[in-house]
């Protein structure tokens, strides 16, 4: 069985917001995640914050975005935040963020 990547809705129009050059490494990044699975993908890909959550670690012509993520049952990983990152480390509030994201798809 394949490993499966979905988007929020927020996400989604977060990953919407960011420049051509960062989707398509965004794309890039999901399809091998897909393919080969979270165990096999490694940095400079993805890796990981806090708890559950996950970062995929994106770069193009206009800066570095990040999008977080975490793995639910039925070999899906699940996308809940996006954003340009702008400082050495993740700020806490983009993983604050993204882990009551998580908790709201949990419950759903």
Wanted: charged share 25%.
């Amino acid at each position: 069985m394949s490993w499966h990547v979905e988007i929020t809705e927020e996400a989604e129009t977060e990953l919407d917001a960011l420049p051509a050059d960062i989707q398509m490494h965004f794309l890039r990044i999901a399809g091998r995640l897909e393919k080969f699975g979270p165990h096999k993908v490694s940095k400079p890909h993805v890796a990981h914050l806090a708890g559950k959550l996950w970062e995929i670690r994106m770069q193009g012509r206009d800066g570095i975005a990040r999008a977080i993520y975490f793995a639910a049952q039925g070999q899906r990983l699940v996308v809940v935040r996006a954003f340009v990152k702008k400082t050495q480390q993740t700020p806490r509030r983009e993983i604050e963020l993204a882990f009551t994201r998580m908790q709201s798809f949990s419950l759903s």
